[in-house]
């Protein structure tokens, strides 16, 4: 599963909009979305910060995030 179909999952999930996770992480809607239609590539850095935010890891090939 891609990354983007990962958040997509959390944030449907949770119920947690993309509006809401930019102003919690400091990252754009813009990026977010980019990320969510698995259209960018996303820095580490930014990985980090979402993850941190939804108390979860992002599974990247084989190594977790």
Do not use: A, H, Y
Not at 21 to 44: H, K, M, R, W
Request: hydrophobic residues 40%.
């Amino acid at each position: 599963m891609e990354i983007g179909d990962q958040l997509k999952s959390i944030m449907e999930n949770r119920k947690v909009s993309r509006e809401e996770l930019s102003s919690l992480t400091g990252v754009s809607e813009s990026v977010l979305e980019g990320i969510e239609l698995n259209s960018i590539d996303i820095p580490v850095s930014e990985l980090v910060k979402i993850s941190t935010v939804l108390n979860v890891s992002f599974q990247v090939g084989d190594t977790s995030i």
